[in-house]
């Protein structure tokens, strides 16, 4: 991929990150790969050294929802942040996940603390960046529906189904309000933190592949990167998604593994007729096989299916990852089973793709200090929680990095330490 490098980094990122301002609403935004385009600023050892002692360096290596929710508040904090990002922000699950957020649906685990403060920090971000306008934030109704395939065409008639959901559909019942349940654009949501960490708070954006941390008596010094570029700073912050077991540093310690989701997004003729409800499917094919497929509507016209997910090998690179045709052929039938607004004919197919999320072995996101290695963090394992967790989990690394300890969350049951034992560490 060509990288850019124009005389004025900062505008050059604006015009790749931000939403388009000259429409006035949401659902007028076109998104085209122009707007997603990466910047790398110039090789200059200048660029890694010019911010004062006093100010803490931080090299934030992943753009996905984590590592710029981390650069956003580390940033905001007061830090000299320098996000590094091999290929281009969002290109993977963050910017091809359906954005969907829960409050209490990780209640009595581990996770449940971390995504109900998420929640609410969205809400506060939302408010703070014009979310519903910039990059789609809204609450929504949620619904567990059940659908049979089946030779019959008639609407099941019951009212709590939403009008559009015009195929034989049953069991509807309702998991979340919009006080528990919303959404956001998740390609929009992360580039628009960015722009705004670039714009107010002085975040470096860098596209390049990390190579090794340097660790210098059992702290990091610097990041190197593919080619030889060195990046001197106070600490690093490792999240590289479902790339994490492809880094020896961290591989060796914890696996972290890729589950392969696949998605459509289709723009159907009449969006106007597509209410806010989040639909999660219970779908029988015919024979008896199920499926749990997952329906989002957005204020941008379009409506977003995924499922089909399988434990895959994640290739290298994020530019390589494409859908198996068998799995979007499957969500296009589910989306002519669900609603004759979404069937083909009636509704434009605008993707079909597919990501991988990072899930590790015990089900729990590994947020916190490498044990041996101090000032090198890791932020990785969120699965299909990603979207929702990223901006605590920014906040919360945010603040152990800077203060110490983090208090939006207790961090402690997320430690990579609790690997500590089972394989051995390597830096």
Known sequence: MAV??????????????????????????????ASIRC????????????????????????????????????????????LVEKSCVACAASGKAGGFLAL??????????LARASFNLHRALSEELNGP??????????????????????????????????????????????QTTAQVHPQLFTTTLLN??????GVDVVIGKLEEVRVEEGRVGSVVLEGGR???????????????????????????????????VLEPKEPGAITPHALFLSYHLQGGKAMDPEVFPRPTGEVYLCGMSAEEEVPDDPEQIVGNPESI?????????????????????????????????????????????KGCYVATGHSCWGILNGPATGAAVAELVLDGRASIVDLSRFSPARFVGRRKVKV
């Not at 360096?57 to 320098?82: D, E, N, Q, S, W």
């Not at 705004?196 to 708070?201: D, I």
């Open 4 to 33: 850019t490098s124009p005389s004025s980094p900062l505008s050059a990122l604006t015009l790749f990150l931000r939403p388009n301002r000259n429409h006035r609403t949401l659902s007028n935004v076109v998104i085209t790969a």
């Open 39 to 82: 910047f790398s600023s110039p090789s200059q050892q200048m660029d890694d050294q010019r911010q004062p002692e006093t100010t803490k360096r931080v090299v934030v290596c992943g753009g996905g929802v984590i590592g710029v929710c981390t650069a956003y508040f580390l940033a905001k904090k007061g830090a000299a942040v320098t």
């Open 104 to 113: 209490d649906w990780c209640d009595g685990g581990a996770v449940g603390p």
């Open 133 to 178: 306008e910039s990059y789609g934030y809204r609450p929504l109704t949620t619904l567990s529906v059940t659908i049979t395939e089946s030779r019959s065409s008639s609407p099941s008639g019951d009212s709590t189904i939403p009008s559009w959901v015009d195929r034989p559909a049953r069991g509807p019942r309702t998991i979340g309000s919009t």
């Open 196 to 201: 705004t960490a670039v714009e107010k708070y």
């Open 230 to 264: 060195v990046i001197e700073s106070d600490s690093v912050i490792l999240a590289l998604g479902p790339w994490t077991g492809k880094f020896e540093m961290l591989a060796s310690m914890f696996r972290v593994y890729g589950l392969k989701v696949h998605s459509i």
């Open 329 to 373: 052929q499957m969500l296009k039938r589910v989306a002519s089973n669900v609603s004759s607004h979404l069937a083909e004919g009636e509704a434009r197919v605008k993707a079909e793709q597919a990501c991988f999320l990072p899930c590790t072995d015990d089900g729990v996101p590994v947020i916190g200090e490498l044990p041996g290695v």
